[in-house]
């Protein structure tokens, strides 16, 4: 146990090297250079050159590639074009808001996903089983900003009931109430799309443990059928579900970009696209980076959680 | 499975519950047709594999199709739907149902491209990694760890903007990247199938590797390559789409059904016009919709313990 997760941290330390080296290679592919975006047109090409130099832009790809390493393990992700602020201070900025609407994105998701996969498994082939697939298939097919702008189309400006988008009322106290009434949009289109998934995944995995023998033993000894698929098989279907939520995670940041654009959330996929309009770099790298990172962990987080919460599977 | 008994009468009826005569098919045969076979079985396949007919169909032949050209600027601009034009004007006053068929032909060339060539990459690094086994394995496999770490759409939208966006952009980034999924599956197909007899025994006859893996080992992993390649299209028509609505995927004019709802991030079409943002979404949903289901088809049809 000890010696797996020793072992998938050894592998993941190559994996993350190989993530730095990916990303630099993008961000190099992009045309031009700082010194010409900066620069006065009319600078002459000779103090262009000098400024390259003194930057190091001149030198071999694989030295800017290992001063940006060195740099990196000093928390140092450069300074931003647009604001000039550190790119480390910057991003943090935006990753409470982000983080804040994958998780109850995430809890929201999980809230209906397990119920209706649950039902949906126990009442095979009927109609709610046949909705419930519906739903889901519904989800998965939804791009996230048809979805987005279809319910701000219908809540906000029809029923005028929620806000079009922001984090808080502008000029507004800033209050938990308000709070949430910004959140709960974007965290529903969030979460249906994680939903869609996730059901499918429920359904499959109950279904195989309620053909199990054990539960035919607890029927036989008289357990009403509520506590036999609640508290019996839910407990060993849910163990293939944690797979479910790691993997869930690139997609929730894939989906927060566009629900972060499309809902002014102030978060880090609005930022992504800031950046990509502005072409600042040094942010986009950083983001690419902490969100490969965050990927990596919680796929490492999943395998350990799922070798603890399964005593059945062995490593070696 | 020597011989496969299936149910003649659900192969052209397929929503018919009348037993037909059973007959009994040929050794060749019997593969694909009890594949489609069970296929016809599954109604919502069937009415997918329809309805991305139609939108092929409407694709190829959209000069013949559309009412008007879909770059002709008009005189009315934003005017909501009329009898002149069926799904009204864009704000500069082009017809919306021209550019929505025509938009089709983007969706199903990102689709069908990238989707084709992440499937072969990943099909060759999963066979080669898969077959050979032990430093290669692990080298293919840790640089497919490092791709996965990026969230698809992210790392997409990310090098289209540094490399300028255009659809061929799109085709080939999507193409480059999307292909670890397919290794992955492609590489345990490999593991398990090598095991076998026949493999074995292609390797005493003495056949050349390449051989072995391509025309022995690769043909019998074909079915849930498949599988996840038709999957593959929906998601990949889902990103298309969403980096052209972001302004980063196919560049106006042409038209795409993601560039369509651009607009729609101001307040003011959102509200007034619905008629220039609503058909474009429902056209990626239903043809998103469409192929999702065809996929599920599909998975059922080759392995059906999968649904159950």
């Not at chain 2, 990102?110 to 080298?139: E, K, P």
């Not at chain 2, 939208?157 to 480059?176: A, E, F, R, Y």
């Not at chain 2, 979404?281 to 159950?308: E, H, Q, T, Y």
């Amino acid at each position: 146990m000890v010696s797996y997760i020793i072992r998938r941290l050894l592998i993941a330390i190559p994996v993350l090297f190989g993530v730095t080296i990916f990303n630099f290679l993008i961000i190099n592919m992009a045309p031009g250079n700082p010194v010409e975006m900066f620069i006065d047109p009319n600078t002459s090409p000779e103090l262009i050159e000098l400024r390259k130099e003194q930057l190091g832009l001149n030198a071999p790809l694989w030295i800017q590639y290992f001063k940006w390493l060195g740099n990196l393990f000093q928390g140092d992700l450069g300074f931003s074009f647009t604001t000039y602020e550190p790119v480390t201070q910057v991003v943090g900025e935006r990753l409470g808001p982000t983080f804040l609407l994958m998780g109850t994105a995430l809890l929201l998701g999980i809230i209906i996903a397990v119920p209706l996969g649950i039902l949906s498994a126990t009442k095979q082939y009927s109609f709610l089983d046949y909705f419930t697939m519906g739903v889901s298939f519904l989800g998965i097919s939804m791009p996230t900003f048809f979805l987005g702008l279809g319910l701000i189309y219908i809540f906000a400006l029809q029923l005028g009931w929620l806000p079009t988008g922001g984090m808080m009322t502008l000029g507004g106290d800033g209050g938990i109430a308000d709070r949430l009434r910004h959140l709960i949009l974007p965290a529903f289109v969030l979460s249906i799309l994680i939903a869609g998934r996730m059901i499918r995944f429920v359904r499959a995995s109950m279904l195989e443990i309620l053909g199990q023998d054990y539960l035919r033993t607890a029927r036989a000894k008289g357990l009403r059928e509520f506590v036999v698929t609640n508290k019996h098989a839910l407990r060993n279907a849910l163990i293939p579900i944690i797979t479910v939520i790691g993997l869930e995670i690139p997609f929730m940041l894939g989906g927060a970009v566009i629900l972060e654009q499309i809902f002014q959330w102030p978060g880090m996929g609005q930022l992504t696209i800031q950046s990509i309009f502005s072409r600042d770099y040094p942010t986009l790298m950083a983001i690419n980076y902490i969100s490969a990172i965050v990927v990596l962990f919680s796929n490492l987080l999943t395998d350990i959680f799922y070798s603890i919460a399964d005593p059945r599977i062995k490593y070696q | 499975m020597s011989t496969a008994q299936l149910n003649m009468q659900n192969q052209t009826a397929p929503t018919g519950r009348e037993e037909g005569p059973e007959l009994q098919i040929s050794k060749e045969e019997s593969y694909f047709r009890m594949i489609a076979g069970r296929f016809m079985k599954h109604r919502l396949a069937v009415a997918g594999l329809i309805i991305l007919m139609i939108i092929i169909f409407m694709a190829i032949f959209a000069p013949w199709i559309a009412p008007k050209n879909p770059y002709e600027l008009s005189g009315s601009f934003g005017a909501p739907p009329s009898s002149e034009n069926i799904l009204g004007t864009d704000q500069v006053g082009r017809d919306v149902l021209s550019r929505l068929i025509y938009a089709s032909r983007v969706s199903l060339m990102v689709g069908i491209g990238a989707v084709a060539i992440y499937t072969v990459i990943g099909t060759i690094l999963g066979a080669v990694s898969g077959y050979f086994g032990g430093w290669i394995d692990m080298l293919f496999m840790r640089v497919t760890d490092v791709f996965m770490s990026f969230p698809s759409l992210m790392v997409v939208l990310v090098v289209v903007s540094v490399l300028g966006p255009s659809l061929t952009n799109m085709i080939i980034i999507i193409g480059l990247l999307g292909w670890p999924p397919i290794a992955r599956l492609v590489r345990g197909s490999v593991l398990s199938l090598k095991q076998m007899d026949y493999v074995k025994a292609s390797v005493a006859l003495g056949l050349g590797t390449p051989r072995i893996l391509f025309l022995h080992i690769l043909p019998n992993a074909i079915a849930p390559i498949l599988v996840q390649a038709t999957f593959g299209m929906a998601g990949t028509i889902i990103i298309e789409a969403s980096l052209s609505f972001l302004g980063m995927g196919v560049q106006p004019p042409t038209a795409s059904w993601g560039n369509m709802l651009t607009d729609a991030q101001s307040l003011t079409v959102l509200t007034d016009q619905p008629w220039l943002w609503v058909p474009p979404g429902l056209m990626i949903v239903i043809s998103v919709l469409s192929i999702n289901f065809i996929g599920d088809g599909l998975r059922d049809a080759i392995d059906p313990k999968s649904s159950k």
